[in-house]
């Protein structure tokens, strides 16, 4: 419901909204520009008398001063019979230059308005104004669900590139967003007479003036009390009118002064409606709080990324979502699955195992957690299949089923199974699966299977999962769950360096460019530089899908596709199919490679120490982000091989980049020589050094196989531990980051 809320104002909202933020934000900027080029006296420096007499003298036809909210003074005169307006300094009464309206400006200013379409334009640019309202609160609600509650609000944010954009925009401009919707929806809404304007009582106009011989204007009282920076308007009588008056405007209020006495014949304050009005209206432009403008400017310039962004991530999440056939209705299903999705991967595999139960002859019906009903007439089993998010939190489509679970109050005798979709590296590890699988046995629930998780939508484990269903159904249920197939680029082996076969662990770094274009295409790609590579930094991953397998295979990459060649570490298991396919593919020949962004695995930028943990083919995408460590940013590796006369990989290399200093520091060890240690045992024996480096706020990034990773997880646990933290603390920090398998 609150993504929907989110969603539909922001699609239809979106080109509406970029006009009025882009205009608006023209608009916000030109306070600061303008009080950039004005002169402001301190306060009770200048007094409006003074102003007003320095100005007659330079301006003997002079007829009106207005200052505006950015202190720029104008001067409105009469020379020769000509009217003209001058823009004039404070404390000299002269001209600077003289002053002309911009028709720029003017235009912007009715395009953010009305759209340039009078009533309906204003119409739109209201209800555009309510629809940030609702956009700016929804978003800060979806954003505080995703990481984890309210005080995790500025927590790093995980995803993809669009995804990152969208909520750091979102976060940093909600502030700004926000004030410019209320204010601009109370604007719209005066236009409409829904609003009080702020028109108040003008001054009585005086019958009568004192009639004495007009005084000096420096030695006018009122004016002489008023001080410059208050200074709205001021108007002078006409020459040698002894019935007319002075009539001046200020922040507290309107009035006619006497020519002769210089006190006030009439004066009428601004009233509360007025002022509030007034502020409305400040807090909208920025006018007269040039800083207020810059921040509500910068603001609105996020509004354009974030419309783009946001329909990027609503048309991935779309696409995404597999379509359910042949999907029986809720009370004529025997099956029932619930799924539990934010990104809608959980989605694909509900898919396969709604397609492999109807296939071996059930009725099943497949719906969002969120639409847990209270009885199944017919249903004599119920699948649950969730992703968890946040801090352990439910994803979109089951944020309310607990509640509703609450609700149920008879007990369905439906065995129910619950599936975690997870990824290890967060601290809740399928925390919501889990929480589910709590409620439904306290509740009293029977169950068909115990819990079962999955890590980082791994389809081997959940083959095995549905081995166990066909199990407890008692027929044979083959879930083999292909992702749908990405598009592939195909690439061809260009090099290859062996590592490991004496030590019975062939290794391989293979090295891929795009398959050698001809004629035109290759004389426009060598002119244009252009590799042929897909866009992929060290860090992410590639897909590989060896012959006759529809399931890719994921490798670490260790270069970005800047440096031409697509790089990554593999190691022959004997019955592998994709990594025995790689090991004998000759060079020249080709794969069917796609890339799946890994932005989580990187390097963080600032002046915080690295340290880089791997071992095995692990070492890959962490020699790539010492090879684009030009900065000379303080790096440490520790690694784990066999044996270093034979498979100590990118020796050279390291080497290299600890003489260049893309490496400050390289502990490597070996567990079949004599002085055998993994690589864990280099970090206990750098214990106080690394400790060190974790209290300066060092990160870590660790790749290599699940083993090594819990014995560096237990390890690191120990070294820091007088610190008063683990390495959960620094997982939910964003400061431990793994790249596991
Ligand atoms: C922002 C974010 C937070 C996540 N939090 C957790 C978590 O706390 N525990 C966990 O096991 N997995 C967590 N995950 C991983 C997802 O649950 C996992 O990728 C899941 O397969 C996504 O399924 P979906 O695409 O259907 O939403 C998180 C993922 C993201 C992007």
Request: aromatic content about 8%; some cysteine.
């Given at each position: 419901?609150?993504?929907?809320l989110?969603?539909?104002?922001?699609?239809?909202?979106a080109?509406?909204?970029?006009?009025?933020a882009?205009?608006?934000?023209?608009?916000?900027?030109?306070?600061?520009?303008?009080?950039?080029?004005?002169?402001?006296?301190?306060?009770?420096?200048?007094?409006?008398?003074?102003?007003?007499?320095t100005?007659?003298r330079?301006y003997?036809?002079?007829?009106?001063i207005?200052?505006?909210p950015?202190?720029?003074?104008?001067?409105?005169?009469?020379?020769?019979?000509?009217?003209?307006a001058d823009?004039?300094?404070?404390?000299?009464?002269?001209?600077?230059?003289?002053?002309?309206?911009?028709?720029f400006s003017r235009?912007?200013?009715n395009?953010?308005?009305?759209?340039?379409l009078?009533?309906?334009?204003r119409?739109?640019?209201?209800i555009?104004?309510?629809?940030?309202?609702?956009?700016t609160?929804s978003?800060?609600?979806?954003?505080?669900?995703?990481?984890g509650?309210?005080?995790?609000?500025?927590?790093?944010?995980?995803?993809t590139?669009?995804q990152?954009?969208?909520?750091?925009?979102?976060?940093?401009?909600?502030?700004g967003?926000?004030l410019?919707?209320?204010?601009?929806?109370y604007l719209s809404?005066?236009?409409f007479?829904?609003?009080?304007?702020g028109v108040e009582?003008e001054?009585?106009?005086p019958?009568e003036?004192?009639?004495?011989?007009p005084?000096a204007?420096?030695?006018l009282?009122?004016?002489?009390?008023?001080?410059?920076?208050?200074l709205?308007?001021?108007?002078?009588?006409?020459?040698?009118d002894p019935?007319?008056?002075?009539?001046?405007?200020?922040?507290?209020?309107?009035?006619?002064i006497?020519q002769a006495?210089?006190?006030?014949?009439?004066?009428?304050?601004?009233?509360?409606?007025?002022s509030?009005?007034?502020?409305i209206?400040?807090l909208?432009?920025?006018?007269?709080l040039?800083?207020?403008?810059?921040?509500?400017?910068?603001s609105?310039?996020t509004v354009?990324?974030?419309?783009?962004?946001?329909?990027m991530?609503?048309?991935k999440?779309?696409?995404?979502?597999p379509?359910?056939?042949a999907?029986s209705?809720?009370?004529?299903?025997?099956?029932v699955i619930l799924?539990?999705?934010?990104?809608?991967?959980t989605?694909?595999?509900a898919?396969?195992?709604?397609?492999?139960?109807?296939?071996?002859?059930?009725r099943?019906?497949?719906?969002?957690?969120?639409?847990?009903?209270?009885r199944?007439r017919?249903?004599?089993?119920l699948f649950?299949l969730?992703?968890?998010?946040?801090?352990g939190d439910?994803?979109?489509s089951?944020?309310r089923?607990?509640t509703?679970?609450?609700n149920?109050?008879d007990t369905?005798?439906?065995?129910?199974a619950?599936l975690?979709?997870?990824?290890?590296?967060?601290?809740q590890?399928c925390?919501?699966?889990?929480?589910?699988e709590?409620?439904l046995?306290?509740?009293?629930?029977?169950?068909?299977?115990p819990?079962?998780?999955?890590?980082r939508?791994?389809?081997?484990?959940?083959?095995?999962?549905?081995?166990?269903?066909g199990?407890?159904?008692?027929?044979?249920?083959?879930?083999v769950?292909?992702?749908?197939?990405?598009?592939?680029?195909?690439?061809a082996l260009?090099e290859?360096?062996?590592?490991?076969?004496?030590?019975?662990?062939?290794?391989?770094?293979?090295?891929?460019?795009?398959p050698a274009a001809?004629?035109?295409?290759a004389?426009?790609s060598?002119w244009?530089?252009?590799t042929?590579l897909?866009?992929?930094?060290?860090?992410?991953?590639?897909?590989?899908?060896?012959p006759?397998?529809?399931?890719?295979r994921?490798?670490?990459?260790?270069?970005?596709s800047?440096?031409?060649?697509?790089?990554?570490?593999?190691?022959?298991h004997?019955h592998?199919?994709?990594?025995?396919?790689?090991?004998?593919?000759?060079?020249?020949?080709?794969?069917?490679a796609?890339?799946?962004?890994n932005?989580n695995?990187?390097?963080?930028?600032?002046?915080?120490?690295?340290?880089?943990?791997?071992?095995g083919?692990?070492i890959g995408?962490?020699?790539g982000?010492?090879?684009h460590?030009?900065?000379?940013?303080p790096?440490?590796?520790?690694?784990?091989?066999?044996n270093p006369q034979?498979?100590?990989?990118?020796?050279?290399?390291l080497?290299?980049?600890?003489?260049d200093?893309r490496?400050?520091?390289?502990?490597?060890?070996?567990s079949r020589?004599?002085?055998?240690?993994?690589?864990?045992?280099k970090?206990?024996a750098?214990?106080p050094?690394?400790?060190?480096?974790?209290d300066?706020?060092?990160?870590?990034?660790?790749?290599?196989?699940?083993?090594?990773?819990?014995?560096?997880?237990?390890a690191?646990?120990?070294?820091?531990?007088?610190l008063?933290?683990?390495?959960?603390?620094l997982?939910?920090?964003?400061?431990?980051?793994?790249?596991?398998?």
């Open positions: 419901m609150l993504r929907k989110h969603s539909l104002p922001g699609l239809i909202a080109l509406f909204a970029i006009v009025l882009v205009t608006g934000a023209i608009l916000s900027f030109s306070p600061a520009l303008e009080r950039a080029n004005a002169s402001v006296p301190a306060a009770g420096q200048v007094s409006v008398a003074e102003l007003a007499d100005v007659a330079h003997p036809g002079a007829e009106q207005k200052r505006t950015s202190g720029t003074l104008i001067v409105y005169y009469t020379r020769d019979g000509d009217v003209g823009r004039i300094d404070p404390r000299t009464g002269q001209a600077i230059a003289p002053y002309a309206p911009s028709s235009w912007v200013k395009l953010h308005r009305s759209l340039l009078d009533t309906p334009g119409m739109v640019a209201g555009t104004a309510l629809a940030m309202i609702v956009l609160i978003g800060t609600l979806l954003l505080a669900a995703r990481l509650g309210w005080r995790q609000l500025l927590r790093p944010i995980r995803g590139l669009s990152r954009l969208h909520l750091e925009l979102g976060r940093a401009a909600l502030l967003l926000l410019s919707g209320l204010t601009g929806a809404a005066t236009t007479g829904l609003a009080p304007e009582a001054p009585d106009f019958l003036v004192s009639g004495g011989t005084a204007i420096d030695t009282p009122v004016l002489q009390a008023t001080d410059l920076n208050d709205r308007e001021l108007v002078y009588p006409y020459p040698d019935t007319d008056m002075y009539s001046l405007e200020t922040h507290q209020g309107a009035g006619f006497d006495s210089g006190e006030w014949l009439s004066y009428q304050p601004h009233d509360a409606t007025h509030v009005y007034a502020l209206y400040q909208h432009t920025g006018e007269g040039w800083w207020l403008g810059l921040i509500l400017g910068l609105a310039l354009p990324v974030m419309a783009i962004t946001g329909a991530i609503w048309w999440r779309r696409r995404s979502r379509k359910i056939v999907n209705g809720a009370n004529a299903a025997d099956s799924v539990g999705s934010e990104g809608n991967t989605w694909g595999f898919k396969t195992l709604h397609d492999s139960l109807t296939q071996a002859g059930h099943v019906h497949t719906a969002p957690m969120n639409q847990l009903a209270s199944y017919h249903a004599k089993r649950i969730t992703a968890t998010y946040g801090d439910a994803p979109a089951a944020s089923f607990l509703r679970l609450d149920i109050t369905p005798q439906l065995p129910v619950v975690g979709f997870g990824d290890q590296q967060f601290p590890f925390g919501f699966a889990k929480k589910i709590a409620s046995t306290a509740k009293g629930w029977p169950l068909l299977l819990l079962d998780t999955i890590d939508q791994s389809g081997q484990a959940f083959t095995r999962w549905g081995n166990a269903v199990k407890a159904l008692g027929t044979k249920l083959a879930l769950h292909t992702p749908t197939r990405p598009r592939t680029t195909a690439l260009a290859r360096v062996d590592y490991g076969a004496g030590v019975q662990a062939p290794t391989d770094v293979l090295r891929f460019k795009a001809s004629g035109k295409t004389l426009l060598r244009l530089k252009r042929g897909p866009s992929f930094e060290a860090g992410d991953l590639v897909g590989i899908l060896p006759a397998s529809q399931t890719p994921f490798y670490s990459l260790a270069s970005a800047t440096d031409g060649v697509l790089e990554i570490c593999v190691r022959q004997p592998g199919l994709c990594s025995s396919f790689l090991h004998a593919l000759p060079v020249g020949g080709t794969i069917d796609f890339i799946q962004p932005p695995f990187r390097p963080t930028s600032g002046k915080a120490p690295v340290v880089l943990i791997g071992a083919t692990g995408p962490l020699v982000f010492i090879r460590n030009k900065t000379h940013h790096m440490h590796l520790y690694w784990g091989g066999r034979s498979d100590f990989l990118y020796e050279t290399e080497n290299a980049y600890l003489t200093r490496l400050t520091q390289l502990n490597a060890a070996f020589i004599d002085e055998r240690a993994y690589v864990q045992d970090l206990t750098n214990g050094e690394l400790r060190r480096l974790i300066k706020g060092a990160q870590i990034l660790v790749c290599g196989g699940r083993g090594m990773a819990t014995s560096v997880i237990s690191l646990d120990d070294i820091i531990a007088p008063g933290i683990d390495v959960t603390t997982k939910a920090q964003g400061r431990y980051r793994e790249d596991v398998y």
